[in-house]
């Protein structure tokens, strides 16, 4: 049986750690003018991902 490969699309957006998986935030790139600064704050933090993702993106990033 061949080793499965890691989906290198999820692999440059998610990190494991320890206990969970961690996701950037979205809506960061581009018409920042209008963004206010307490909300630019919010979205700097990683959050980890849903438990109704979890799954899909333990498979793509190769774990069990």
Do not use: C, Q, Y
Request: charged share 40%; net charge positive; aromatic share 4%.
């Amino acid at each position: 049986m061949p080793k499965m490969k890691t989906v290198r699309g999820a692999a440059k957006r998610f990190k494991a750690s320890k206990n969970r998986i961690k996701r950037g935030s979205a809506f960061r790139s581009h018409i920042l003018t209008k963004k206010s600064t307490k909300r630019m704050r919010g979205l700097k933090e990683s959050h980890s991902v849903d438990s109704r993702d979890l799954a899909s993106v333990k498979l793509m990033l190769g774990k069990k």
